[in-house]
């Protein structure tokens, strides 16, 4: 397998680290924007002649499909910001390469009625594609990081192996991690955490199909495991209420973050204030004179760069799919979860827990498909694909899962 | 009285439609850094010829003291942001003209204990004059607003007439104001706001003298008059726990400001995440490169033009001074207030119910300036003048005063 990774930023680098220690692929070519980062990704893994770096812009589908030539890889795997996942995915089909990302296509509110109805979902620019993939036997497994990925894993393996019905599946994250020398520092991005938390939030129930309800709803504690403990977690929208009803039978899907109290009230805050918006307000400039800037922009200037932020923090965060229904006619109810602790994954490979954990899974998924263990054409999920080999590589990886039960 | 009102913002405007109706001056100047803003407020006047409008920029104060000797100008009246205080303090006594302030020169926090003890001093660089005002005879007149102002005219009030010893003087502020349309739209100016509620509380003690607090300190629940009700109250830095000590006795002052928790919680919040910060941020201007802005201006231009919600405001505005102490050897409390309703300011004036009532007080006090009944020399607050006639000339105005006992 020869893998051409296209985003070096913390995502990225942490996926060269994690794949470094394995051996299932010829050469990985990583490529990002900013040239150097690339370069720094590849000179960390001391001498391991697979790795190459590129320079790339993301959005250029004719320059992605030529380097993937050029270096003749057989394989894509986007780590970049979820508006290059058109480019990438269509220039990976253009240069007859697999294809494999950890965020899908972006959604559009309904017009008229945005927290009732689905406007675009998340993923249908890609879904629309399927049957171009299928006819060329070519795959695209899109939404495998660890929210969605693992977590969608986790639903098939539910489906497989624990219920003969099942009632509900709620994907449940949360965490507690804590920054030093800061009040408040999101561990992700804060661009896209609004993005993603004051976006319509969707849900799918059986019957009724795909639908939208206000930001936040749905409020509930969550008891999280390995010392989380309760975190106040709402729905927000996310790529697993739109991939598992595809493949999985559940009368509800359903994906609520674990944003906290104290995180949801910000977030309103900043809605109410209109600082979430990305469309320019005017004010004065460095020579009085007036410029426009997105009050979007301002708020993440404010904060630190998450990234940068590993060293400084503490605690552990905790990714997982809650299910419940039925087995051998009782009722069940199981909380299947992959806990990554900030200062394992800093002492392991130097990334924090959140990036960490988000770039294991692809590498899982990627050597799957290198042993031949999962295979297919088409535009598929994860849970398109069997759960136990998946979580059996994970384990062996040396970050395993867990289950609670009840 | 020939008077020079630099200002013609929102209380500036109100300013001269309260001074058109009344006859105790000559000419009024109404002086503005946007000289189309001081022409459109003249031009509202309907052809009173003692208005005239001028352009100047407040923080030149050799150009402000050669606009007062030109139209022969014995008065400023300051009707601009707190930053232009002290230009125009030094430029009316370099013109040799009396000068009146709604808000006093800016405080500095202590460098190293500024929830502890006091830095700087609202007024500290004015008093720091008053020697030289008192040598040339001329008067200076500071914090004469509502807030300063009639809450120190009601201290003096309370000490002269109802009061034989003070225990506490409390300035209470709070109102019960909503704008149709907006989920979140301060009824004043946010930069001011932030200013006002972020700088460490003063409050001063017999014995202890002045001192600080944490911001947001002592809440309580303070019963406003007029139907207006119950509104969560915390200590703010004001001008009246500088100024009601230097002139009446008490054993405690405190400014409490009626904000309620939603207000005060979103401010907690922009503290949190920086955004009340005046030091600029890099983000990307219009064309991508970056651009530095002050993130506390990016809050202001997120949200409407308080002076532009008259129209759909509802609601009346309350401003006052408790007061606790004994009469005839029994125990006394009483709230003395002056309440608009924006509604009638809106009808009568054309201006919105806070604005108006700031600007009211002035006009009454240059009124008594020029008759005579005010007169001093130096730089002295409200508090330093004779209580009852401003108090009459204020009922006269067409805006009584209450009281409230027990």
Redesign the interface.
């Known amino acids: 397998m020869r893998v051409l990774l296209v985003g070096a930023g913390g995502v990225g680098t942490a996926i060269t680290r994690i794949a470094a220690r394995r051996d299932f692929f010829e050469a990985m070519v990583v490529a990002d924007y900013d040239g150097s980062r690339a370069e720094s990704a590849v000179a960390a893994l001391a001498g391991d002649r697979r790795f190459a770096a590129e320079r790339v812009d993301a959005s250029d589908e004719a320059a992605v499909a030529a380097l993937l030539g050029r270096h003749r890889c057989d394989v894509l795997l986007n780590a970049t910001d979820p508006r290059f996942v058109m480019p990438l995915f269509r220039a990976a089909r253009t240069a007859g390469a697999r294809y494999l990302d950890m965020a899908m296509s972006l959604s559009r509110p309904h017009p008229e009625r945005p927290y009732e109805e689905c406007g675009v979902r998340l993923g249908d620019e890609q879904f629309a594609q399927a049957a171009d993939w299928e006819r060329e036997g070519l795959l695209a497994l899109v939404g495998m990081g660890v929210e969605p990925g693992l977590s969608d894993v986790f639903a098939r393996h539910a489906a497989d192996e624990l219920f003969d019905e099942i009632e509900e599946i709620g994907v449940r994250d949360g965490a507690n991690l804590t920054v030093d020398g800061y009040?408040?520092a999101p561990s992700f991005s804060i661009w896209t955490t609004i993005e993603e938390c004051l976006n319509p939030p969707v849900v799918h129930e059986a019957g009724r199909g795909w639908f939208t309800t206000e930001p936040f709803s749905e409020p509930e504690v969550f008891d999280f495991p390995e010392g989380i403990g309760k975190v106040e977690c709402v729905n927000v929208e996310h790529e697993e209420v739109l991939l598992i009803p595809r493949w999985v039978d559940a009368r509800r899907v359903t994906f609520k973050y674990g944003l906290g109290g104290e995180f949801i009230?910000?977030l309103k805050?900043?809605h109410?204030?209109?600082?979430d918006?990305t469309d320019?307000?005017?004010?004065?400039?460095?020579d009085g004179r007036p410029?426009?800037?997105?009050?979007r922009?301002?708020?993440?200037?404010?904060?630190p760069d998450p990234a940068t932020l590993g060293e400084r923090m503490h605690g552990k965060t905790c990714a997982g799919t809650w299910v419940r229904g039925t087995r051998d006619g009782a009722p069940r109810e199981v909380y299947l979860y992959h806990v990554v602790d900030n200062q394992w994954s800093m002492a392991e490979y130097g990334c924090q827990a959140v990036v960490w954990q988000t770039a294991v899974n692809p590498v899982v998924a990627l050597e799957l498909v290198a042993a031949g263990a999962w295979t297919g054409a088409g535009v598929l999920g994860p849970e398109a694909f069997p759960a136990r080999p998946f979580l059996d590589l994970l384990t062996e990886y040396g970050s395993p899962w867990g289950m609670r039960e009840g």
Do not use: M, N, Y
């Open positions: 009040d408040f009230d910000t805050t900043l109410r204030l209109g600082l918006r320019p307000v005017t004010v004065p400039g460095p410029v426009a800037v997105s009050p922009d301002v708020v993440a200037a404010c904060l």
